[in-house]
């Protein structure tokens, strides 16, 4: 702190932004559905409409969502839409950044929304599948992840920042798999 000033970074938009691209969940100029508007929607915007997408974003307080449209409008392709409004398949990607997961609710968004071209990625992540992933799966998408490959790779990122280095990611993101298949095996047994 030579210059006496601070500097904060986050490296949630990165680690989700390359974790979509692993997943090869995301292309430019795709249409994303971003479902909740606090802090974990504010880090990612800024990545995802400078990687040249454009984003609807809905939120159960929709005036939220209004304040992210006015604060990113001059980076790229941003509005909002009223929850109740958004029932027609029309988006390539859904984002679930809402806390609904964590206690095992799903955001109040109507199931017309996905079909078998929908994407989706829920930002929490569980050793199951999220209850926004199940309610998904049930209304017909296939193609899905939780949070973990995000989690995973903004800690890289951290790592980047402090040292100087990019982990490998891919050895990590292994071993977590791995262990994720031996607990779930376990549960089995214990039946």
């Given amino acids: 702190m030579k210059n006496k000033k601070l500097l904060g970074d986050n490296t949630d938009g990165i680690g989700l932004l390359f974790d979509l691209q692993r997943l090869n969940f995301i292309k430019r100029g795709m249409h994303i559905l ?15 409409l400078n990687y040249g997408c454009r984003i609807t974003i809905t939120n159960r307080t929709f005036s939220k969502a209004e ?33 609904a997961s964590i206690t095992g609710d799903v955001p109040s968004i109507s199931h017309k929304i996905f079909n078998k071209k929908t994407i989706c990625y829920d930002m929490f992540y569980s050793f199951n599948k ?8 049930e209304n017909g ?51």
Avoid: H, R
């Fill in 130 to 137: 999220t209850s926004f992933l199940k309610f998904a799966k």
């Fill in 34 to 48: 971003l479902i909740g508007a606090g802090g974990a929607s504010s880090g990612i915007i800024p990545f995802l």
């Fill in 141 to 191: 998408v296939s193609k899905y992840a939780d949070g973990i490959g995000m989690l995973v790779i903004q800690a890289a990122f951290s790592v980047k920042l402090w040292y100087g280095i990019l982990p490998d990611v891919s050895p990590v993101l292994k071993k977590i798999e791995e262990n994720f298949k031996k607990i779930m095996n376990l549960k089995k047994i214990l039946k």
């Fill in 67 to 99: 304040i992210l449209v006015k604060k990113f409008f001059s980076i790229g392709d941003i509005s909002a839409l009223k929850m109740e409004l958004i029932n027609i398949p029309k988006y390539d990607l859904v984002i679930n950044a809402t806390s």
